[in-house]
């Protein structure tokens, strides 16, 4: 008696289990779930370091970061400046080209920047903007006010920290103007993605 009352407690657990799931099916088709579009908190995605490298330049660099279409790029390579990708990803240039693609499935938001420069608060002067493109070419851009940044150490003057809503994603960028001379580092805290 006490093996069969423990099958039929079992029994009931599976049932109860076929019907939580049965209920939730009508989201899920196949292997796939529609949750349309998923904001989801990010606890251990690492703040990531992007490298300009300008120190070995003579003249001033534009970089971009994100665009994976590179419609950005293309769209800001004006007054024969040069544009190129971040020198470095986590300290890796094998990282650069896989980072960037990264975004054409991905959004993320960042909640902070960090923007060091390696000898001359002068850079701090320079573009920094986001920018947005859609399928037509057009785009539009925000600069970002380095003025309203906060120093992250009062023994630090190459070091600024931003604070607020990044934005990065298959059609959003970030371009730097890095003067010759300058190798920028820009760590950025990301708070979010969408999928």
Do not use: C, W
Request: zero cysteines; charged letters at 10%.
């Amino acid at each position: 008696m006490r093996n069969q009352t423990s099958d039929i407690q079992k029994a009931r657990e599976l049932s109860t289990g076929v019907k939580v799931a049965d209920t939730s099916k009508a989201n899920i088709s196949g292997s796939q779930v529609d949750m349309g579009m998923f904001l989801g908190q990010v606890p251990r995605l690492p703040a990531i370091t992007y490298t300009l490298d300008n120190s070995g330049g003579g003249a001033v660099v534009r970089y971009v970061i994100g665009d994976p279409t590179t419609m950005i790029a293309q769209l800001v390579a004006t007054g024969g400046v040069t544009v190129d990708n971040p020198s470095a990803v986590q300290g890796q240039a094998g990282l650069v080209v896989p980072n960037k693609n990264f975004f054409f499935g991905v959004g993320i938001i960042f909640g902070s920047i960090n923007f060091q420069t390696s000898s001359t608060p002068n850079q701090f002067a320079q573009q920094f903007k986001t920018y947005i493109t859609n399928m037509a070419g057009e785009v539009s851009s925000e600069s970002l006010n380095l003025a309203s940044a906060t120093r992250n150490s009062a023994f630090n003057f190459n070091l600024l920290t931003l604070t607020g809503q990044f934005y990065l994603d298959i059609h959003r960028g970030i371009v730097i103007d890095v003067l010759a001379g300058e190798e920028v580092n820009v760590t950025m805290s990301p708070s979010a993605y969408t999928v």
